[in-house]
């Protein structure tokens, strides 16, 4: 099932989110909603909390159905060592439209579980480095806006209010 993502403003994005426990079916499930739901939305990420759901899991796919074993599952995720810097363009589907440079360590390792419950590390560099930040950041109710200039921050927040004002927010 395809869930509609859920954008800056709602709470749900803000709060850290719950960990995971149970290793079953409705996880699978979960997972599989998240993929459709992320190629839906034309994204390369996805976490738990943007289709509304307060749960430690996120999927990613960088290369975009290129092929099938690039799709990644991560859950209870936690950055365990990164290395170097990038700096470049970022989006969210939760802030749809925008995007802005955003300076992220170039290598990344995770520890996370997978969807049976076992521990194992990956590590990505750029775009899959600046994924695995990203997707993390989510679960810890941070979005790559709090990464930008305070400046360019206040004015992204301007333009919402004006989108909200305008009903084209929600
Ligand atoms: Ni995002």
Redesign the pocket.
Known sequence: MIYPIVKYGDPVLEKPAETIVHFDEELKQLADDMFESMYAAH?V???AP?IGISKRIVVIDINFKEDPNDKLVLINPEVIRTEGKQRGSE?????PEFREDVTRPNIVTVRAQDLDGKWFETSGEELMARALM??T??LNGK??ISHVSALKRDLMKRKIKKLVRAGEWA
């Open positions: 994204g990420g996805l976490a943007q989006g969210c589907l939760s802030l990203h997707e950041d989510h979005l790559y």
